[in-house]
C-alpha cells in the first residue's frame, strides 16, 4: 500500500516492483492532491486517511488481511504516521529517503531550509491550499506541539511487528529522518518487532546529481542492494546473505585517484561503528587542529569577525537539497570561499588517510552586534587542485540556540555558546587532501536569509527592514569554538568486494545486469516525480 501527493504515475510505479511477487499493489492520493478531493493536511490526516484504506482493503475479497506498506519521499512522512493507529493488518514497512522527524528537516537548528519547502508546496499542493499550508509552517517555526504529528519520536514503541527496511542518502534531504527512523524502529520499538530493521545508504538519495562525483560500483550498490533489501524487508523472496549485513552503506571519498584508492565502495556491518569524536578547534590563524587554542599571549588573535548584509547573501552551491536552483552534492566552494563574508579554517594537508563515519557537530562561540543572526559551518575536503568539495554543512538561527517555544535574542558583546548538528557522514579524507571549515551567515536559497532584526517569519511585518551585522566567532582558552568529527579506523567499514556475486547469491530469480542497466532511469524518473511538475 502506498499513499502519495504525486499522482499515479509517480513513484506508485515503485510498488509495482512487488506485484511480480505475488503482492497486490494498492495507491492513493493523498487527501488534497492528485483525484483525491479535500484539502492537503500537511500529513495531518495521514493517520486516519491511511487507516481507512487499509481497513477497506483487509475487507475485499482478494485480501488475506495482510498490508505492507511502502514510503518513499512524502509518501514516507505518511507511512510513518499509520503506526498512531495501531492498525492490526500492519505487517511491514519499507522506506526510501524519508523522514520520521518533522520539524529537524524543515527546520534545521531553528534555520529554515526555505528553497525546500517554498518549491515543494508550491510544485505539488493545489494552489488554493499553498498559503494556508505555508502558514502553518510559518507560525511554527519554534518546534511546537503542532510538529508532534510528524515526529514518531518517543512513539516507536507502536511498532508492534514485522520487518523494516530504510533506504537512505548521505547527500539526500531527509538523511538525519532516515537515520533516526531506523534507529528507532530497530531499538526502541516494541520488544517484538526490535532488531529486525535494515539500512542501505547511497550517496546520492534524492540527490542523483552528486552520483558522477562517485565512480566506484554506486549504480549497482544503490539498486540492487536496495532492492534486495526491500524484497528481504517483505518477505518477497528467499534470501541468502553471505556479506551482506543489516547496515549497509556506501564509503565516499574525493573523485581523484588518491580518493578512488582511500574510499568510494561499499560496505556492510552488523551495527554502526562506533566513532571516536575528535575535536578539531579553529585558531586565529586560520588553521584547524586538535589542539586547543590559545589565551592570546601568544599573539595569535581569539576572535575573528566578518561582516554580513542581507541584501548580499551567499549563494547556495552543494549540499543535501532537492530543487535545481538550489543545486545539490559534493559541489566545489572555492569561489565562495573567497568572499569577505566567509572565515577559512584548513587543516595541514593530510599524510594518511582520515576515515570518518557518524555525526558531525559544530560547538560555536559567537557574537554580533544584532539582535540576532544566523552562523553557518561547511565542512569541505580540499583537493591539491585547489578543489573544496563540500562534505557536509547547516546553520543555526541564533533566536533559536536554546530550543523551547520562545525566541531568546543576542546582546552586542556577549558571546554565546551555539550547537550546530551538520548531519551525518561516511567519509575518508584522503592523503594529500586537506578538510576545510567555511563559517559564514547566509545560503540562500537553501536557507531563509535572516535580516538580523529579529522578526518572526508569520510576523505581518517581516521581512522587515535589514541589518547589517558585524559577526564574531571567538577560538580562545575561554571560547574554545570546534568542530567535532567521528573518526573510525577502517578496519571497521569491511568492503563488500563483489556485489555481482552478493547479490545473485541472494537472489538467483533477478537479473542483476538488468537492474544495474534499468536502475539509474528508474531512480531519475522518481526524483522527477517529486520536483515541479
Not at 494556508?132 to 514518531?152: H, I, P, Q
Not at 551567515?441 to 522578526?455: K, V
Not at 517569519?457 to 535589514?466: I, N, Q
Request: one cysteine or more; proline letters at 6%; hydrophobic letters at 35%.
Amino acid at each position: 500500500m502506498d499513499r502519495s501527493p504525486y499522482g499515479q504515475f509517480g513513484i506508485e510505479l515503485l510498488a509495482d516492483l512487488f506485484v511480480p511477487a505475488g503482492f497486490i499493489s494498492v495507491c492513493q492520493d493523498m487527501r488534497g492532491t492528485g483525484l483525491s478531493q479535500g484539502h492537503f493536511s500537511n500529513w495531518k490526516a495521514d493517520a486516519n486517511d491511511s487507516e481507512d484504506l487499509g481497513d477497506w482493503i483487509v475487507q475485499q475479497s482478494w485480501s488475506n488481511g495482510e498490508i505492507y506498506t511502502f514510503g518513499a519521499s512524502a509518501d514516507g512522512l505518511g507511512a510513518f504516521t499509520t503506526n498512531y493507529n495501531a492498525p492490526s493488518w500492519l505487517m511491514s514497512q519499507y522506506y526510501i529517503w524519508t523522514s520520521s522527524i518533522g520539524y529537524d528537516v524543515i527546520y534545521p537548528n531553528g534555520a529554515l531550509l526555505y528553497n525546500l519547502l517554498n518549491r515543494w508546496l508550491t510544485g505539488t499542493v493545489r494552489e488554493y491550499d499553498v498559503e494556508t499550508c505555508w502558514d502553518e509552517f510559518m507560525e511554527n517555526e519554534a518546534e511546537t506541539s503542532w510538529w508532534e504529528d510528524l515526529t514518531f519520536t518517543g512513539n516507536y514503541q507502536l511498532v508492534k511487528q514485522g520487518k523494516f527496511g530504510f533506504w537512505a542518502g548521505w547527500y539526500d534531504i531527509f538523511l538525519v529522518g532516515n537515520l533516526a527512523a531506523y534507529e528507532g524502529y530497530n531499538y526502541e520499538a516494541d520488544p517484538a518487532a526490535r532488531y529486525k530493521s535494515v539500512l542501505t545508504i547511497d550517496p546520492c538519495g534524492h540527490c542523483q546529481d552528486a552520483a558522477p562525483y562517485f565512480t566506484e560500483d554506486i549504480v549497482a550498490g544503490r539498486t540492487a542492494l536496495a532492492l534486495m533489501q526491500a524484497y528481504d524487508t517483505f518477505g518477497a523472496r528467499p534470501v541468502k546473505r553471505n556479506n551482506i549485513k543489516n547496515v549497509t552503506f556506501y564509503v565516499m571519498s574525493s573523485n581523484d585517484d588518491a580518493g578512488r584508492e582511500a574510499g568510494q565502495f561499499w560496505t556492510s556491518v552488523e551495527a554502526f561503528p562506533t566513532p571516536t569524536m575528535v575535536k578539531y578547534f579553529l585558531h586565529g590563524d586560520g588553521s584547524v587542529s586538535p589542539s586547543a587554542p590559545s589565551d592570546g599571549s601568544d599573539g595569535v588573535s581569539t576572535s575573528s569577525s566578518y561582516t554580513y548584509d542581507p541584501e548580499d547573501p551567499i549563494g547556495t552551491n552543494g549540499g543535501n537539497n532537492l530543487f535545481g536552483d538550489a543545486p545539490c552534492g559534493p559541489l566545489d566552494q572555492q569561489e565562495i570561499d573567497l568572499r569577505e563574508d566567509v572565515l577559512v579554517f584548513e587543516t595541514p594537508v593530510l599524510t594518511e588517510e582520515l576515515v570518518l563515519t557518524g555525526p558531525i557537530n559544530g560547538h560555536l562561540y559567537v557574537s554580533s552586534d544584532a539582535i540576532d543572526t544566523d552562523f553557518m559551518v561547511r565542512v569541505s575536503d580540499v583537493y591539491p587542485t585547489g578543489e573544496a568539495r563540500l562534505i557536509q554543512d547547516s546553520a543555526v538561527r541564533m533566536r533559536w540556540r536554546e530550543g523551547g517555544t520562545t525566541p531568546v535574542y543576542m546582546e552586542k558583546g556577549t558571546v554565546y555558546p551555539a550547537y550546530i548538528s551538520l548531519w551525518n557522514t561516511s567519509y575518508v579524507v584522503a592523503p594529500g587532501h586537506s578538510l576545510r571549515f567555511a563559517v559564514s551567515s547566509s545560503n540562500y536559497p537553501r536557507f531563509s536569509i535572516n535580516p538580523n532584526n529579529g522578526l518572526l517569519l508569520a510576523d505581518p511585518m517581516y521581512p522587515g527592514d535589514s541589518v547589517i551585522a558585524v559577526n564574531t566567532v571567538h577560538h580562545s582558552a575561554q571560547f574554545p569554538t570546534y568542530i567535532e568529527l567521528p573518526v573510525v579506523d577502517k578496519s571497521q567499514l569491511p568492503k563488500i568486494k563483489n556485489l555481482k556475486m552478493e547479490f545473485e547469491m541472494a537472489y538467483p530469480y533477478i537479473n542483476y545486469d538488468m537492474v544495474v542497466e534499468k536502475g539509474p532511469e528508474l531512480l531519475k524518473r522518481f526524483v522527477e516525480a517529486r520536483q515541479l511538475k
